[in-house]
């Protein structure tokens, strides 16, 4: 049977009532055995067709993009919800819309979870991602008609975000960037360096944080040179948010004036974004959110948040954010062991970033074998590539699904392996299958959350 369709065999009664069934008995006729998954394979087979097969891929390959995860079924229950229905726009007890009573509710307990979680003064969870989180703090922080309109962040190619001010960004057009580096021998942050560019470019905002940055980023470091130069400073906390949470990773919420990040990397809820900021900052930002840049917010995905930051604030999620460091460390040794140099010569997070050209391999190149592989990564700029971004030297990886998962050290020894193994064997079709068998029979074994018997069917 499809997944979605047992997937609501998982449902209580009561959720799937309250999803289905009008209050109005007579309403109800020739409903009592409807479910909305079920609905969705009346209504749309094609599409029904299409998320198996995308189930199944999910099950099969290691996914090893860094910035992704598997929800829990209990997220992603409470992102297919009624909560979808509704318009809110405005914040808790001061909204635009009638009927709020229980989006007040539910807003509210997202926002006191992620305060207790992260330690915040204040915090918004309207943010439909991380870019618009992003911008938001950025025109609520910078005043209009301010005389200095300059953000400081580190650049794309050494690993940081588009909206840390690249020039392909929004961000680059609405104020003036300029973007740091790292070191070109050790491709670590270099504080010196940093403040020295800092002084002399006077940025409004300094920004910190990263995509493709696989050591410990000193939160504190970035905060006195901010205040040395008179910055506000902002913190992109997107990609270690859930190694924060688990306390495997120093956070920035005691150093930030804002701190932003994504809800669903190693945090592992759903889909979406929050801001946390200290409380004079509060107005404003929440004003940059809505009604700055955003309508009614998505009551469905805060909903998801929820249910993510209580999941976030256990003991087995302090275990797993550990795990991941341990399984990033494990892998990282075996790669070098194959021979692929590694960006700062290794990690001390969830990520690593590998120099694929040492295997004669351009990083599309390798991640295309790999992908054949069922070993799912990203092409990734390497710190001063001599190549294109769109055929970059590096490739990208991270520990986080793997560990949901219930992956350890072990298992990360044979994942290092058939990675080096695809980008050898690339232009050998036997070797790619062999590892692919190889890696789906290991995945078989740890079944991902979100997932519920029985299991797709192999692809
Ligand atoms: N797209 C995300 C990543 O993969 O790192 C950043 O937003």
Redesign the pocket.
């Known amino acids: 049977m499809h997944r979605i369709l047992r997937h609501a065999l998982v449902m209580t009664f009561d959720v799937r009532r309250v999803i289905c069934q009008s209050p109005r008995p007579e309403l109800n006729a020739g409903k009592e055995t409807m479910n909305p998954l079920n609905a969705l394979a009346a209504t749309d087979p094609d599409l029904v067709t299409m998320i198996a097969a995308e189930e199944a891929r999910q099950f099969y390959t290691a996914k090893l993009?860094?910035?992704?995860n598997y929800a829990s079924c209990a997220v992603m229950e409470a992102t297919g919800t009624v909560l979808t229905n509704k318009y809110s726009e405005g914040y808790a007890f001061k909204r635009y819309y009638e009927g709020q009573q229980f989006i007040d509710q539910i807003e509210t307990l997202a926002i006191e979870r992620a305060k207790s979680l992260f330690g915040a003064e204040h915090v918004n969870v309207q943010p439909y991602s991380?870019?618009p989180a992003n911008l938001a703090v950025y025109t609520g922080l910078i005043p209009r008609d301010a005389a200095n309109q300059r953000i400081l962040g580190l650049g794309l190619p050494a690993g940081g975000?588009?909206t840390h001010g690249w020039k392909v960004s929004a961000t680059s057009r609405f104020f003036q960037a300029a973007q740091y580096g790292v070191d070109p021998t050790t491709h670590l942050l270099d504080f010196d360096a940093i403040r020295a560019q800092a002084l002399e470019f006077n940025p409004a905002i300094l920004i910190c944080g990263a995509?493709?940055y696989p050591r410990v980023i000193d939160f504190a470091r970035f905060a006195e040179i901010a205040q040395e130069c008179g910055a506000l400073l902002v913190a992109d906390m997107?990609?270690i948010a859930g190694l924060v949470a688990g306390g495997v990773h120093p956070s920035p919420v005691p150093h930030a004036d804002a701190v932003t990040t994504?809800t669903h990397?190693t945090l592992r809820g759903p889909r979406g974004g929050m801001i946390l900021c200290k409380q004079q900052h509060a107005a404003t930002i929440d004003r940059a959110v809505f009604p700055g840049l955003q309508g009614g917010p998505h009551n469905h995905t805060t909903a998801g948040i929820a249910v993510a930051l209580k999941e976030a604030a256990t003991h087995e999620f302090r275990m797993y954010a550990h795990q991941i460091v341990a399984n990033s460390r494990a892998l990282a040794e075996v790669l070098q062991a194959e021979g692929l140099p590694l960006a700062t010569g290794g990690t001390d997070n969830h990520l690593i970033l590998f120099d694929a050209t040492a295997l004669g391999a351009t990083g599309k190149q390798a991640s295309k074998a790999m992908d054949q592989a069922g070993l799912e990564a990203?092409f990734n700029s390497i710190p001063f590539d001599r190549r294109s971004p769109f055929d970059p030297s590096g490739v990208r990886i991270g520990t986080p699904s793997l560990t949901s998962r219930g992956l350890k050290e072990a298992e990360m020894a044979h994942i290092g392996k058939w990675i080096a193994d695809a980008i050898r064997g690339r232009e050998d079709a036997n070797v790619l299958a062999r590892v692919r068998g190889e890696v789906f029979d290991l995945m078989a074994q740890f079944v991902p959350p979100g997932f519920v018997r029985p299991y797709p069917e192999r692809p």
């Open positions: 993009i860094p910035s992704e991380g870019s975000h588009l995509t493709a997107a990609h994504t990397k990203n």
